[in-house]
């Protein structure tokens, strides 16, 4: 299976808040903007592996700042590893208000998808090759936090997870 870069992966989404996807405070709603984060992720991994593939599971979302009625909601998606099925996703969202020319960081999280043969079962996926400075540590660091997502979900004993327990654990 060919290799890709991480490029290869990139996803833009743009949209914009109107009022049915606001909350009583006239800013977006967290369940609208993880809609939207699931589907551009989920487009940067069918890219990365030319396959369906489906979540397996989303990491913690905290929202910084919350995006207004009116400005525009930006969702740059990209694959940091692909493992033997599963790809992780970063997201990073900004929202802009175009009437005052400003943009601002709303969030950042990252998502997991598993590529899917036919049958609905896992199939392997190509591997992931970092190209810049920012990419090769998005790649080192995704392995800890599958660690970590695999044992919160019950998937992963801690004791195996020796990478990660490097971080708190020194000889
Ligand atoms: C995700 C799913 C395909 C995993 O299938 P499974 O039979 O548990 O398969 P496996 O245990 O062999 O795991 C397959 C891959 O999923 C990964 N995975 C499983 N659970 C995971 C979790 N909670 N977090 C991150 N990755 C997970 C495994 O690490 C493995 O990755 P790898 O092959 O790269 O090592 C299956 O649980 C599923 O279909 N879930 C529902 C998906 C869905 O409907 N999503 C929309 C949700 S609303």
């Not at 609905?120 to 090759?129: A, I, M, S």
């Not at 044992?151 to 708190?168: Q, R, S, V, Y």
Request: glycine share 4%.
């Amino acid at each position: 299976m060919q290799t890709k870069n991480p490029d290869e992966t990139v996803i833009i989404m743009t949209e914009l808040v109107l009022p049915n996807d606001t909350n009583l405070y006239g800013n977006l709603m967290g369940g609208r903007l993880m809609y939207w984060m699931d589907i551009a992720a989920a487009l940067s991994a069918s890219k990365h592996c030319n396959a369906p593939v489906v979540t397996a599971s989303v990491d913690n979302i905290s929202f910084e700042s919350p995006i207004k009625l009116g400005n525009v909601v930006h969702i740059e998606a990209k694959v940091t590893r692909a493992f033997t099925t599963s790809m992780e996703i970063h997201l990073r969202v900004w929202g802009e208000d175009l009437t005052h020319q400003y943009r601002y960081k709303s969030n950042e999280a990252y998502y997991t998808f598993v590529a899917l043969d036919p049958n609905r079962k896992p199939r392997p996926v190509p591997q992931l090759v970092p190209v810049t400075e920012t990419e090769t540590k998005l790649f080192e660091g995704a392995l800890r936090r599958r660690q970590l997502r695999l044992i919160l979900g019950g998937k992963m004993k801690p004791d195996d997870a020796a990478e990660l327990k490097a971080l708190f654990v020194k000889d």
